[in-house]
């Protein structure tokens, strides 16, 4: 295995490559969330349905926002190469490639979402 | 000029081929859980994207997610996540080369499936 692909922050970027490149998104998607997404659960989760200015001075605080960004961003990463080996395993042809068109579209546009949302609240 | 004969590959993981077992069972329901979660994550999304605007539409949308039947939608994908979450750690640990013997194989789902419900408890406690 190349372990420089492991630090290589391009593979995030490239075009689909081979095999053990998804796999290794997965691994460093899923070891960052792991950390993250329970921290994430334990703060987020008792704010998420009360008010308008909770919610506003929770999201206000630059570590609390850090965590909201690393979870649902990463999180949307990691559904979108999950999705992706679900539509390889079970679709062919060009069902397969409409419906990754979707999920690209959901979750790139909800990580542009989520991004634009927090800077918008920070400022 | 003669036409390209399409095969009829098989699906990788051949679902209606084989007999499911208890472990295959727990590794199916890490993929169900896991793109089931996709709902939480746009809910909690449009959430923030609300907060960041103005506090008559965010009312609208917090009132959706108030609602009995978000809240048992989010309920359920709490119970997801940790499920996910779980098998996640679970599948970390094969890929270094160890647990595929049977029996640390059957305690391993057993525990997802113990731990995903007590950590659910945990968390629906604690919020």
Redesign the interface.
């Known amino acids: 295995m190349n372990y420089f692909k492991i630090i290589n922050p391009r593979v995030f970027f490239q075009k689909s490559g081979n095999g053990t490149d998804k796999h290794i998104r997965m691994?460093i998607t899923?070891?960052i969330?792991?950390i993250v997404?329970?921290i994430f659960?334990?703060t987020?989760?008792?704010v998420?349905?009360s008010?308008?200015e909770d919610?506003?001075i929770f999201?206000s605080k630059p570590t609390n926002a850090i965590i909201?960004v690393l979870t649902?961003c990463i999180?949307?990463l990691h559904?979108r190469y999950?999705?992706q080996t679900?539509i390889e395993?079970?679709v062919?042809g060009s069902t397969k490639k409409i419906l990754l068109t979707i999920a690209n579209l959901?979750c790139y546009s909800?990580i542009v979402?989520?991004l634009?949302?927090?800077i918008?609240?920070y400022f | 000029m003669k036409e390209p004969t399409k095969h009829k590959?098989p699906?990788?993981?051949h679902l209606s081929i084989y007999r499911p077992e208890f472990t295959s069972v727990t590794s199916i329901f890490t993929?169900i859980t896991?793109?089931a979660?996709?709902i939480a994550?746009?809910l909690?999304?449009w959430?923030?994207?609300a907060?960041?605007?103005n506090?008559e539409n965010?009312?609208v949308v917090?009132k959706i997610?108030?609602s009995w039947f978000v809240k048992i939608i989010?309920f359920l994908s709490?119970w997801a996540?940790w499920y996910h979450?779980l098998a996640?750690?679970r599948?970390?640990y094969w890929?270094t080369g160890r647990g595929f013997d049977l029996i640390h194989a059957k305690y391993l789902a057993y525990g997802v499936i113990a731990g995903s419900f007590v950590l659910t408890l945990l968390?629906a406690i604690?919020?």
Do not use: C, M, Q
Request: net charge positive; hydrophobic share 55%; glycine share 10%.
């Open positions: 691994i899923s070891v969330l792991a997404a329970p659960i334990f987020f989760g008792k998420l349905g008010s308008y919610a506003n999201l909201v649902v999180g949307l559904f999950g999705v679900l395993d079970y062919r959901i909800a979402i989520n634009i949302s927090i918008r609240i | 590959r699906l990788s993981p993929r896991g793109n979660l996709l994550s746009l909690i999304v959430w923030i994207f907060a960041s605007g506090s965010f009312e917090n997610l108030n989010l709490l996540f979450f996640g750690l599948h970390l890929d968390t604690n919020l």
